[in-house]
């Protein structure tokens, strides 16, 4: 069986329509969206609004640490453009998922990323696309666990949960063959993102939860450019499986 997983899709809807090619199911580790592209602020809700210059100047703020300017900035761009920030960023999102969820390859598994607008999914998903979170799928005779979202960081971004409910979702899989999050286990070096030059949060739950279980694989993404995209707990690998709108190419797990 070969499976191609994909995470940080943040809008490659040209390279999703194809990530399913030469395998049997798909999977999709979360964040569909693409608020901003800090590699190419021209990219995304945020400069589609306020333009590449706002933009690049937003991103500066956030990477320098500067949180309260960057949402100082945020908030006066808000206040000028006018109308109800949340109606624009959920038609900008709604307009993503429409094209991304045509796109999406069936048979498709998906769960969510931090970044993703969970209340607006059931308006896209189609027929052969599965959408799980805290819950299991039998796939080619094996077990997958699915655990979306991330944890609470001073970023804000859309779902991020407290540490105790994305614990209880973890706990409720029980003992799977391979485990799918969005957000890595608390190994530094799966955190550390080499580019960003910061610390990702990951998660202890997952951590506690691999070195319980020992699956044999735990896939996730969320650190873009990771020091170690891969590592071993026991007998589980657990590999990043990459940035996909970087690479525009999914990783493929043969089991």
């Known amino acids: 069986m070969r499976i191609n997983v994909v995470s940080d899709v943040h809008g490659r809807a040209d390279a999703l329509a194809k990530a399913g090619v030469g395998a049997d199911a798909l999977i999709c ?18 400069p589609d609004l ?28 808000w206040a000028d453009l006018g109308g109800d920030p949340r109606e624009h960023i959920e038609k900008a999102v709604r307009a993503q998922y429409a094209d ?51 944890l609470q960081t001073r970023y804000r971004t859309s779902y991020e949960l407290p540490d105790e409910v994305y614990a209880a979702k973890v706990a409720a899989l029980g003992p799977v063959d391979v485990l799918c999050t969005h957000i890595p286990p608390a190994v530094p070096d799966l955190l550390y993102d080499v580019v960003a030059k910061r610390f990702e949060r990951g998660s202890e739950a997952t951590l506690d939860y691999i070195r319980t279980y020992q699956p044999r694989y735990a896939l996730f993404g969320h ?15 657990c590999l990043n499986v990459g940035h996909f709108r970087g690479r525009g190419t999914p990783f493929t797990l043969d089991l």
Do not use: C
């Open 50 to 77: 306020f333009g590449h210059e706002r933009a690049a100047e937003y991103v500066r703020l956030r990477t320098e640490k500067r949180f309260d300017e960057a949402r100082a900035l945020s908030a006066v761009l």
């Open 223 to 237: 650190v873009h450019q990771p020091l170690a995209p891969r590592t071993r707990i026991g007998r589980t690998e």
């Open 100 to 150: 991304l969820f045509a796109a999406m390859p069936v048979p498709s598994y998906l769960t969510y990323g931090n970044v993703d607008v969970p209340s607006l999914w059931p308006d896209y998903v189609r027929e052969g696309q599965h959408v799980l979170d805290g819950e299991t799928a039998e796939i080619g005779g094996l077990t997958f666990g699915f655990v979306g979202g991330g």
């Open 29 to 46: 580790l979360g964040d569909l969206v693409l608020f901003i592209d800090y590699a190419d602020t021209s990219q995304g809700i945020f």
